[in-house]
Each structure stands twice: as structure tokens, then as C-alpha cells.
């Protein structure tokens, strides 16, 4: 297609979009982006941009990657979603497949691939580690399947987000905990004591109180419904490949999200009134007007208008979010062609296929350190922890527990900030005598902060609703009031969703423990202040 195209192609003669801002994930850079050619024959654009991120690697147990997706503004000024013309000709195998006519770019260790749903593209090391460049990458837009003239294209602009991913393979895994019944609240186990339950592929598995089934307690009604209950076979267990997001949605995400919408879809997202031109609390998360729980979008007071979207910003870019409800997280998650993981998958990225530890955290082991401080500019994504030798891995300890607030608690037993950190804050320095993985605090598979920080707020095996999840994709388009209207995820309710992982505000390291499930059948609908997102694909 490139420099031998049809006489209708318009080649670099125009510039339909380049856009000055730069999408910030973390670590994560994408910028240049740019439609360089039309081919009007074919009905095809070509979008080129240029990406970046840091501590990327591919080794032999899996590898990193970005989730790379595009949207554009239609004559109507409605933002929506890119559709690719052309998918891998293969299910990832950790090879470059970069399809006909598109292109990685000028870094030969790079390598594409385009799922079946053809949605975006993953971009990944297929060797070595280390800092990721690339220039020039070119992804094929189908505009045709848009319903979109070759005029409209014309006069579209374009923008290209990016989430940082992991890969997790294809794998049996173990769930819950050694010592099983005794072991974390309500965790998983082999009926009727004989520890972790194996999964070894995505078959039904039957919930009873009969030898050799897959049980746990209901000390806590937010454990389970009643047993007898099968797991279907499509509900995703964790045994098949799958990407899960490296780090929790930061602010500045969603703040891009939220500034590609709708005012009306954006009333639906946020907790503040913002029919008006101004907007008095500008917290707009939170509902006030200071910053509350370190939770950083927000708005300008006054001159927002009363009909065009709302412009939101965050000072923090690269700290995770936290007040993020179940309608914020399938709503983010159908709009980017992700999908929420589930409670199984959630274990499967702490453990993968390694022998279980009992009382164990994502890292595999029962070394746990809290960060009481950060050193640099808080909220860049390049801040370093305090303290600054030793292991320091954890964000948790923060504020009073509700539990303890009810129990009549006033004073935090730890100094220091109250709310979610930067994704990056603990693999930003390396403390001596500390291995890697524990020092990062990073999972089996390089997967970050699934204890501690906010809420993995994941599908739940517990709830009849969570149960017909089936791991469909989402598509890039929201309902009219913004949210997400995939078949099968629970809905904006909550219900059929739950919380596993631990927050900023457990008091305490069994809180951390990533196969306890204290509140992983546990509906809540509303935003709060622990709640993160991390979706998968």
C-alpha cells in the first residue's frame, strides 16, 4: 500500500490530525500521531505514531506490552473508535505477526500483533529489556467499516491512547491457600482441607461441600451465594492466554477517556454537577472542592459552558485513580476494546503456574514494606520511595480502616499520605540485597501492585451475575448516557462484581493477602474510595 498506491491516494500532501498533546501512561509516551495517507480506492488511512516506555521486557516466562487504540472525531464532534483494517494471521506466540501494510517501526526488537476483534494493537518485546522505542508505527484504519466518506475522513482528527499490558500464557494454576479452611478469609480450597484447588483448564468446576471440589467458606456473606453452584465453562478461570493491565488505570487516563465523551456521558462518569458553566466542586470524582483521598481530576470553576464537553485535567498523571465505580470500569474498559478480568484470572496473574505459599502476597513470598513517603514530584510516575533501603513494595497502612473507624479508632497507626500512589513508585529504585520481584512488588508475571494501592475490582465466581461473564471484548462504543453495553459483564449495579487485592487503607498485611476474599461478592455500585481499575484483554 505504502508509496505504490492507487492514483486516488492522497500521500503526506495533507495532515488530517497532528496533535500536539502526548498520551502519558505512566512511563508510557506516545506522541507524533498523525494520518499520513488516504487510500480512497481501498478505503483505508494509514495512522502513524511514535512510542516509548520503560522497563519493557520479554524473558522465558512472559513478556510486556502496549495496548495501542485510536479514536476520531466525526463531523458531528462525537469522538469514536477506530476500526483496523486487517488482524494477526495467528493467536500470539510472542513472534512479530505485524500485518500486511502495517507497520512496527524502525526498532527491530519490537514486534505487532492484531487480535481478531481488530480494535487496536499490541505492541511488545520479542527479546531483551530494558527502555522501548519505536518510530513510526503505522496502523491500518478501516474508516469504511465506520460508514465514514472519504470526505469525512478528510476533515476527521485522530488521537491514539495506550495501556500498558502483561502477557499471561497458557498455564494450569492454583487458587486460594495451602492451609485452606484456616487459611485467608473465605480463600479457595480442595473440599475438604486438602489445600489450593488446581485449575488445569476451562472446564465447568462444580462449588459444593464434596471431597475434592472446589469450596470456600461463607464466614462472610460477601463470600459466595449457596452452595451447590458450577462455574461454567465459558466464565474465564485464568488456564487460557490472556493480557491484564501492568499497572491500575492513573488519572490521566481517565481523564483522556472522560475528554473524548459526550457532556451527557460525562455527567454519568462523575459525581459532580456539571450541567452548569460553573462547577463549584471541581473534585469532580469526589464531589468537592479540595483534593480528597489523593484522587486528582478535575475541572476548571467557571467557564465550562452548558452544552460542549467538559474539560478535565489531572496534576498527578501517573497515579492510580482511585473512587472509580463498577459504571466507570466497564464503561473505560468497553470504550478501550478491553474487558474486566475475573477473580480466578486475578490469581492466576499472582501466582501463575508456581507452587503455592501459604498466607503469600503477589510476589510469592511474605516479605511486605510499606512506603510512608515518596521522594520527587509526586504523581510523575518517576517519584522514588521512602523509606529508601530495605523492602518497600506496598502501598497499605494509610488512614483508619473503615472497620476500625466503626470500631471507634481515631488515631492512624502510620504516618504520612492517605490515598493510592504512582504505579511506579517501587520499581523506580532498586534496594540493595532486595530481589527484583520484591522490591517491584511485581507478580509471577511482572504484573504490578495486585496487593496493596486500590481495589482489583474483578467479575466474582460468587454471584449468579458474575457467573454468565463470558470474557467478551469490549467494542469502543458507549450507550448514549456512557455507559457500557457488552452482553454478559455485570451490570453498572455491580452486581456479579467484587473486590480482591487489598488497599492503600488495610491496616495490616493479612489484609494483603491476595487469596483472601473478604469482599469479593460484594455488589457495590458506587465509587469508592479504594476502588481502582484494572481491566484485561
Known amino acids: 500500500m505504502r508509496g505504490r498506491l492507487s492514483c486516488l491516494i492522497v500521500s503526506l500532501l495533507f495532515v488530517l490530525s497532528l496533535l500536539q498533546s502526548q498520551v502519558f501512561a505512566s512511563h508510557?509516551?506516545?506522541?507524533?500521531?498523525?494520518?499520513?495517507?488516504?487510500?480512497?480506492a481501498k478505503q483505508a488511512a494509514r495512522i502513524q505514531l511514535n512510542v516509548s516506555w520503560d522497563n519493557a521486557w520479554k524473558d522465558d516466562v512472559s513478556c510486556d506490552g502496549v495496548w495501542v487504540f485510536a479514536k476520531y472525531q466525526a463531523?458531528?464532534?462525537?469522538?469514536?473508535?477506530?476500526?483496523?483494517?486487517?488482524?494477526?494471521?495467528?493467536?500470539?506466540?510472542?513472534?512479530d505477526q505485524t500485518p500486511e501494510s502495517f507497520s512496527k517501526g524502525g526498532n527491530a526488537d519490537l514486534g505487532m500483533w492484531v487480535p481478531e476483534e481488530k480494535k487496536g494493537a499490541f505492541l511488545f518485546r520479542t527479546k531483551?529489556?530494558?527502555?522501548?522505542?519505536s518510530d513510526k508505527v503505522e496502523l491500518i484504519w478501516e474508516y469504511a467499516k465506520s460508514g465514514l466518506t472519504?470526505?469525512?475522513?478528510?476533515?476527521?482528527?485522530?488521537?491514539?491512547?495506550?495501556?500498558?499490558?502483561?502477557?499471561?500464557?497458557?498455564?494450569?494454576?492454583?487458587?486460594?491457600?495451602?492451609?485452606?479452611?484456616?487459611?485467608?478469609?473465605?480463600?479457595?480450597?480442595?473440599?475438604?482441607?486438602?489445600?489450593?484447588?488446581?485449575?488445569?483448564?476451562?472446564?465447568?468446576?462444580?462449588?459444593?461441600?464434596?471431597?475434592?471440589?472446589?469450596?470456600?467458606?461463607?464466614?462472610?456473606?460477601?463470600?459466595?451465594?449457596?452452595?451447590?453452584?458450577?462455574?461454567?465453562?465459558?466464565?474465564?478461570?485464568?488456564?487460557?492466554?490472556?493480557?491484564?493491565?501492568?499497572?491500575?488505570?492513573?488519572?490521566?487516563?481517565?481523564?483522556?477517556?472522560?475528554?473524548?465523551?459526550?457532556?451527557?456521558?460525562q455527567q454519568s462518569m462523575v459525581e459532580s454537577d456539571i450541567s452548569g458553566d460553573e462547577i463549584k466542586d471541581y473534585y469532580?470524582?469526589?464531589?468537592?472542592?479540595?483534593?480528597?483521598?489523593?484522587?486528582?481530576?478535575?475541572?476548571?470553576?467557571?467557564?465550562?459552558?452548558?452544552t460542549d464537553p467538559v474539560k478535565f485535567y489531572t496534576y498527578a498523571p501517573a497515579r492510580a485513580l482511585n473512587f472509580m465505580s463498577w459504571a466507570n470500569i466497564t464503561a473505560y474498559g468497553d470504550w478501550a476494546g478491553l474487558r474486566p478480568i475475573t477473580e480466578l484470572e486475578y490469581e492466576k496473574a499472582c501466582r501463575g503456574p508456581a507452587e503455592p505459599v501459604a498466607d503469600e502476597y503477589a510476589w510469592g513470598t511474605k516479605d511486605l514494606g510499606r512506603a510512608d513517603t515518596f521522594d520527587g514530584a509526586d504523581g510523575s510516575g518517576f517519584e522514588k520511595k521512602v523509606p529508601q533501603k530495605g523492602i518497600v513494595n506496598c502501598c497499605f497502612g494509610g488512614g483508619?480502616?473503615?472497620?476500625?473507624?466503626?470500631?471507634?479508632?481515631?488515631?492512624?497507626?502510620?504516618?504520612?499520605?492517605?490515598?493510592?500512589?504512582?504505579?511506579?513508585?517501587?520499581?523506580?529504585?532498586?534496594?540493595?540485597?532486595?530481589p527484583e520481584k520484591i522490591n517491584n512488588g511485581a507478580s509471577y508475571y511482572g504484573v504490578r501492585n495486585l496487593c496493596g494501592n486500590t481495589w482489583e475490582r474483578c467479575v466474582t465466581v460468587g454471584h449468579n451475575l458474575g457467573r454468565v461473564y463470558n470474557g467478551v471484548h469490549g467494542d469502543g462504543e458507549l450507550t448514549e448516557d456512557g455507559y457500557s453495553n457488552v452482553p454478559n459483564w455485570p451490570g453498572k449495579d455491580g452486581a456479579g462484581a467484587g473486590n480482591r487485592g487489598g488497599v492503600w487503607s488495610s491496616p495490616g498485611g493479612k489484609f494483603l493477602r491476595f487469596a483472601l476474599r473478604f469482599a469479593a461478592n460484594f455488589p457495590k455500585s458506587e465509587d469508592g474510595k479504594n476502588s481502582g481499575c484494572r481491566l484485561g484483554f
Not at 483496523?84 to 510472542?94: I, R
Not at 531483551?128 to 522505542?133: D, L
Not at 479452611?181 to 488446581?198: I, V
Open 284 to 306: 469532580v470524582k469526589t464531589k468537592k472542592d479540595v483534593e480528597y483521598l489523593r484522587c486528582s481530576i478535575v475541572t476548571a470553576k467557571k467557564g465550562n459552558g452548558t
Open 75 to 95: 463531523a458531528d464532534g462525537l469522538w469514536k473508535h477506530v476500526n483496523l483494517k486487517t488482524a494477526s494471521a495467528k493467536a500470539f506466540d510472542y513472534a
Open 150 to 265: 472519504d470526505d469525512a475522513v478528510m476533515k476527521s482528527q485522530v488521537k491514539v491512547f495506550g495501556v500498558e499490558m502483561v502477557y499471561i500464557p497458557e498455564d494450569k494454576h492454583h487458587i486460594g491457600d495451602p492451609n485452606g479452611p484456616t487459611g485467608p478469609d473465605n480463600c479457595f480450597y480442595t473440599f475438604p482441607s486438602n489445600g489450593t484447588y488446581l485449575i488445569k483448564s476451562e472446564d465447568a468446576i462444580l462449588v459444593d461441600k464434596v471431597e475434592g471440589a472446589m469450596y470456600c467458606d461463607q464466614d462472610n456473606v460477601r463470600s459466595r451465594e449457596d452452595v451447590p453452584f458450577t462455574i461454567p465453562k465459558e466464565f474465564p478461570k485464568g488456564f487460557k492466554a490472556m493480557w491484564m493491565m501492568k499497572y491500575e488505570l492513573t488519572s490521566q487516563q481517565f481523564a483522556d477517556f472522560l475528554n473524548t465523551l459526550t457532556r451527557k456521558q
Open 128 to 133: 531483551g529489556k530494558g527502555t522501548t522505542v
Open 28 to 40: 508510557l509516551k506516545i506522541d507524533k500521531v498523525l494520518v499520513s495517507e488516504v487510500n480512497t
Open 400 to 434: 483508619i480502616a473503615p472497620f476500625d473507624i466503626a470500631a471507634g479508632k481515631k488515631i492512624p497507626d502510620n504516618p504520612g499520605f492517605e490515598g493510592p500512589v504512582t504505579g511506579e513508585l517501587f520499581e523506580n529504585s532498586q534496594h540493595e540485597g532486595v
